[in-house]
Structures are given as C-alpha cells and as structure tokens.
C-alpha cells in the first residue's frame, strides 16, 4: 500500500500580526451613524448653498474630530469629551497657520507643539484625544493654505465641533438620567451572569466583563460626582446602589469556591439579582409623591455554608437600597470615597505631566518622529507632505495599542480606504453630489470604529481625501500622494518610533505585573489583620483600586501580545502569571467573605506565610533573581482558613519559576 504523504503546512501569518484584522464584535451604533451623516453633510451643503465649500470643508473637519471623540455615554460627560478636544484642536490649527510655509520654523515649531502633544496625551483619556487633536490641528494649519482672517480657521473648526456637540445634546431633556440608570443597570446584570457561572470554567471571563462594566460605572458616576458632589438626589441614589453591589460580587467569590457537595448555586440569586437589575434600570427608589415602594425582598432559599449566608445578607442588602425612597439611607455613597475637588485633580495632573517619566518617554517619542517628519519633507520634494506627520500622530497615539501593530494596520486601513476614494474623487462631480455621498461615508465611521483601528481608518481615509480635496481642487491626483505619504509616516514610527526606540525591546510589563503582586500581598495583609466588621471602608477602596490596576495590567499585556518578539514572546510566557495573580485575589476576597460568615479565622503566622511568598514573588518579577524556596503546596494543613488561597500562591509562584 502506498505511503500517502502529509499534508504541507499552510503557510500563515503570526497571531499577533493578524490580531487587528479581526473585527471585534459590537452593536452598530445608529444614532451615533445618523449624527455623523448630519454632521459633515449639513455643513458641506451650506456651503455649496452660499458658494463658500472651502469654509464648508473646514467645518466638516471639526465636525469630523468631535463625532471621532463622541466615546462617553452620559450627556456631561459627552459636553467634557467634545468641547475640551475641540479647544486644543483649534488652537493647534491657531498655531499651525502662524508657522505655513516658515520653512525650518515650522519644523522646530511642529516638534515642540508634538512634545506638549505627547505630555498631554499621558495624562488620561480626554487629555489623549486633546493632544491629538492639538497637534493633528497644528500639522494641518501648517500644511495647507488657510483663508484669512487669521482666526477664521479655529471658529470654523470650532463650528463644526458644537455642531456635532448640538446633535449630541438633541436628546438629554428627555433621557437626562438614563446613560447613569442604565450603566449600573448592566453592572447588575454583570453580577447576576457571574453568579450563573459560578463554579463553572466560565468565572474567569465573567468577572474580568464585571471588572470592566464595574469600571465604566465608577468612572462615569465619579466624573460627575466631581462637579456636581452633593446636590444630585439622582445620582447620590445610583452611586449607593452600586456601592451596595459590592457586597454581592464578593459573595459571588465566595459562592464560587464552596465546596462542591453543596452542589451547583440556586438559580435563585442570579434571578434575584436580575430583578434589582430591572428595578435599576426603571428609576428604582421614590415612587409616586416621592413615597418608597414596597420594600419586597427576593426570595431566596435557606443559605447553606458561609459563602450562601453572605450572598444572602448582601443582595437583601442590595434589594433595601434599590428600593429606597431615600437617596443614600445607609450613607454608603461615600463607601468607595469621593473625587478630590478640581483644583486637587488639577494638581495631580499637572505633577503628572511634568514630573512623570511616562509623560516625558512619550513625548519625547512623539517629538523626534514628527521632527524627522518634518525634516525629511522639508529636504525632499513630497507632495501632500502634511499626511506624513499626520500618519506618524495617528500611529503613535498611546493608548491605540502596539506601536508595531499600528503601522501595519494604519498601511492596510489606508489602502482600504483609498480603494473607497478612488472611484469617489475620480467620478463623483463637485457640487451638490458632494453632500449625500459625505453622508453615506460619514455613517460608517462610528459603525467601522467599533470594529477596530484598521476599519477605523478605512472609514476615516475617504472622508479626509474628500474635504481636503474640496480645499484643494486636485480630485484624483490626491489618491497616489495619500498612499505614498502614509508608507512614508508609517516607516517612520517603525524605525524611530519602535526598532531604535530602546522601551520597545526593554518592555515594563514585569514591573507593571510584579507592583499587582506587591499590593496584592498588601491586600492580603489587610483583609487578614483587621477584625470582621472593622475598617471595611478602607479594605473595599483598596480592593476596588487592585482590581482596577489587575484590569490595567491585563490590558497592557494584551498590548504587549499583539507586539512581535521578543516582546510579545515574554508577554505570552508571562500571561498565565496575570491569571494567577487575579486568581489570588479573588480568592482572597472569597476568604474573607467566609471568615465573616462563621468560617475558621488564620493565624497570624499564616498570614505571614502567604504575604512572604507573594513578596518574594514580586521581588523575583522585578529584578529578574531566583525565586526562594516555599514551604511546598502542603505548607498549610488542609483544613487551615488560608490553605485554597495558598494553594494559590503557589501555583503563581510555579508559573514564574517554570
């Protein structure tokens, strides 16, 4: 019988090359589609109405920034999200102007307005996307030929800004409230799924989701808390409910780890979770003329064990706050703290941006590429040469993701969308035909953005090439530049930006990980060494805080993996450690759940053991030495309070020595 021969191997791309090139997985964003169409069509039409495209284009442009930076959910928060950016965006398009054609001033100036840029871009989500714009602006401004008067430009793109912020705020009279009600509503929902998974394989990915949507609340509450601290019944309501969930999701732990004789969780909880959910997202607390409903608690079944006893008392708990008339009866608003004032956060931000070496390694990064950007367009004749810088700003922008994987898929994205622009410049005919196919290309950048950075680009590469042909009236000859310009910017942050950027091969990752085991060992003292009942305020911050930085870290690392070797080799070695490390602190808070509820309390020899190790272990992660030796899986006995939560730690500790 004849040898049939194997198959070849198919020849593929590595993982993490192809990473960004899966969409990811989202609901299409309708209104935000429709406000995007309105938003750059209105003003181009008004323009082709009274003859003036030009100022038409520039107000579709700012338009264009403030529907990328509409992100947030609640309507205060979208006002800060749009109007701030829009501000920096036009004093860099300000700036931009006074330096066209300066020849080696525009260079040097250029390189300064990218430093500020990246320093900016350090300190947060909102401070990202204003030193985008800041210099994106400013790289415009000095590229392309601005009609005069000199601010003529910033109010143009300004327009285009509260255009869009306008659109944005149609609704908030009549849905003021609902973003907050339904983002604690979903936080809720998030607990009862975990609840469902509980000792179930799908936990770990059910509590990272609630980790995330637990997260999002606390931001979206607190960012409004720090300007309005006090005087929202509303919200002073909503921040206590979703103080009151934090008992619940520690009883979840807790409920995860009992032991298995006790069989599976009675469908019961999640049910009953669900239910506060729904009372949540109704408005749950007054009812008519401001009087309580009736406090009904759900029905749960006789708990069995400590960690069903917990689970109990908390989602009692949870149903009595949900129901209240009272804004905050149990004044558990402040459980979790409160935001500094704002001339506290100014403060810390300011400190941030001059003091951290963060904030200084990106714009210092972000500087050297726009200033050989700048440079080489300045010695070699490129045409367009303004999509250069643009190219290596959109690259380098911090929390995108890999430097490396940006360029690729900026260099795809782009041809992408050139592929779009094409047939649009070469048949489309100026005039009143520009309107509805900006409308048709301006609806799919909120849907493709929601699937990633290289479909984000693809939208965003048309509508760009569009109105600057409309400033520029060379139709089809923008096609080829667009294309050159970008390979050029993307070269760019590849060489200067990434493969001689020392940080790019000297990853912090390790640091970032073994500070998470640090304060989990301090974690692990404090839950431990404190009486039940005692000083729980300040265990639930720092439990709240350690969860937000684990959350933090998987997202570098997630990062990290999408890098090519050998970085993204030791992020991938290291990966397991991340999980273990979550798994520490879950059962941490799972064990101190249980002690609460009747459960053996640990020595404190025990403790010790437990922090020692974990101790050891971030000190190995740090430096790089060998670990020292444990007491083995068997060092505490089997019946010890702490004996899963060691079990634990030494398993973390195996995944770093193997």
Known sequence: ???????????????????????????????????????????????????????????????????????????????????????????????????????????AALTVVALVSGMISSIGAVASVSGLLLLLDAVVGAGLPMPPPWWLPPALLLLGGLLVLALTLLAWPLRGGTPERAVVADTYRAVAGLLESAGTPDYEDRRRALTQSLNDSYDLLLARRARRHGRSATLVRLLAQLNALIPVVEGTAAAHLRPPDLGPLPAAYPAAVRELADAVGRGGGAGRGGQAPPSVLPELPEPRGPSTRALAEAIGHAATVVREAAPDPYGSADRLGHPAGLRVRTGRAARSLLLSGASWRYGLRLALCIGLAQVLVSVIAVPRSYWVSLTVTFVLKPDFGSVFSRAVLRALGTAAGLLVAIPVLAEVPHGWWDVPVMAALATLIPVLSAKGYAFQTAAITPVILMLSDLLNHQGFHLVAPRLYDSL??????????????????????????????????????????????????????????????????????????????PVGARAQAWWPLVIAVERIVDTTTATRVRIEHGAPVPTPAEVALVTRELSDLAEALRTGAPLPPDGGPDALAPDCALARLHHEVHAARSVAAG
């Not at 947030?72 to 928060?77: E, F, Q, S, T, V």
């Not at 060992?521 to 639930?540: I, N, Q």
């Open 488 to 565: 050029i910017g993307c070269g760019i942050a590849l060489l200067a930006g990434y493969l001689l950027w020392p940080e790019s091969w000297h990853t912090r990752i390790g640091d970032r990980l073994a500070d998470a085991v640090q304060d989990t060992a301090s974690y692990v003292t404090l839950a431990f060494t404190t009486a039940p009942g005692r000083d729980e305020p300040a265990r639930a911050r720092y439990r709240r805080r350690l969860y937000r930085d684990l959350s933090a870290v998987r997202s570098e690392f997630q990062r990290a993996l999408t890098e090519p070797p």
């Open 1 to 107: 019988m004849a040898r049939t021969r194997p198959a070849p191997a198919r020849l593929a791309p590595p993982g993490w090359l192809t990473a960004g090139l899966r969409p990811r997985d989202a609901p299409v964003p309708w209104a935000a589609a429709a406000r995007a169409a309105v938003a750059l069509a209105v003003p181009l039409a008004v323009g082709t109405a009274t003859g003036r495209t030009g100022y038409g284009a520039l107000v579709s442009m700012g338009a264009l920034s403030g529907v990328i930076g509409d992100t947030a959910d609640a309507y205060r928060m979208r006002v800060f999200n749009i109007a701030v950016p829009q501000l920096f965006g036009a004093l860099g398009v300000l700036l931009g102007t006074q330096v066209h054609g300066s020849g080696w001033t525009a260079v």
